[in-house]
C-alpha cells in the first residue's frame, strides 16, 4: 500500500513568490492535515480537511490556504512568501475524522521543504 | 501559546541506558497522546499511543507513562540503541486536531 506522497520534495522560492505543494494521501484516506515543521518550534497545524471541507484551521494568516479534491488529494498554497516561511511542510492522512474511541492515526509523507531566499 | 510543553530539547543517552521524554499538556479535553518518531529526512512516523484511563503503556522497549492529575506523560525508551537516533515528538489530540511538542532530539552513543 504506497503511503502518503508529497510534492515537490523539495523548492527554492523567493519572497513575494507564491508556491502550491500537493499532498496524496494513502488510499482511501479521506481527511487531509498539513503541518509545518520549523526547528525549536516542532510541527504547527496549518489545517485539515475532510471530504473537500475544512474542517480546521490552525492559528496561521490568510497567506496559507488549502483544498482538498474529489480524490481526496490535497494542495496548500502560500502567497507572498516571507523568509520565515521557510520550513517543512509535512501532509498527514487518516482513515476518517477521530470519532471518540477510534485512534486516528495521522500517517505523514516526508515532507516538502521550502527555502524562501 | 504551545499547547503540549515538550522537554528535554536534546538527549544524548549512552546504548543500553534509559532514555525519558517529558511532555505536559493543560487542556483537559485531550483523549489522546500518541508519540512519533522522525528520523532525518522522513515524516514523523507513530511509535505508542494511550489514552487517559490508563496509566501506563508498553510496547517492546517503549513505554508510556500517563499522569491524569499532573496532566504529565513520558516517553521511556529501555535498553536504548543507536537505531533509537531520532527526533521524538510528543502530542495531544481532542477530535482531529493534533497539538505536537516542540520535539526532543534523541542520540544513542554506542
Known amino acids: 500500500k504506497a503511503g502518503v506522497t508529497q510534492t515537490p520534495r523539495y523548492l527554492i522560492k523567493t519572497r513575494g513568490q507564491q508556491v502550491t505543494l500537493s499532498c496524496s494521501p494513502i488510499s482511501g484516506h479521506r481527511s487531509v492535515s498539513w503541518y509545518q515543521q520549523t526547528p525549536g518550534q516542532g510541527l504547527q497545524f496549518l489545517f485539515e480537511y475532510f471530504s473537500e471541507t475544512q474542517r480546521n484551521k490552525g492559528n496561521f494568516p490568510g497567506r496559507f490556504s488549502g483544498r482538498q479534491f474529489s480524490n481526496s488529494r490535497s494542495e496548500m498554497n502560500v502567497s507572498t512568501l516571507e523568509l520565515g516561511d521557510s520550513a517543512l511542510y509535512l501532509c498527514?492522512?487518516?482513515?476518517?475524522?477521530?470519532?471518540?474511541?477510534?485512534?486516528?492515526?495521522?500517517?505523514f509523507g516526508e515532507g516538502s521543504r521550502l527555502t524562501v531566499l | 501559546q504551545q499547547q503540549v510543553k515538550q522537554s528535554p530539547q536534546s538527549l544524548i543517552v549512552q546504548k543500553g541506558g534509559i532514555s525519558i521524554i517529558n511532555c505536559a499538556y493543560e487542556?483537559?479535553?485531550?483523549?489522546?497522546f500518541p508519540w512519533y518518531q522522525q528520523f532525518p529526512g522522513k515524516g514523523p512516523a507513530l511509535l505508542i499511543a494511550i489514552r487517559p484511563d490508563v496509566s501506563e503503556k508498553k510496547e517492546g522497549r517503549f513505554t508510556i507513562s500517563f499522569n491524569k492529575s499532573a496532566k504529565q506523560f513520558s516517553l521511556h525508551i529501555m535498553d536504548s540503541q543507536p537505531g533509537d537516533s531520532a527526533t521524538y515528538f510528543c502530542a495531544a489530540s481532542t477530535g482531529n486536531q493534533f497539538y505536537f511538542g516542540t520535539g526532543t532530539s534523541l542520540t544513542v552513543i554506542p
Open positions: 487542556n483537559t479535553a485531550f483523549d489522546y
Open positions: 498527514a492522512s487518516s482513515l476518517f475524522l477521530r470519532a471518540t474511541g477510534d485512534t486516528g492515526e495521522l500517517f
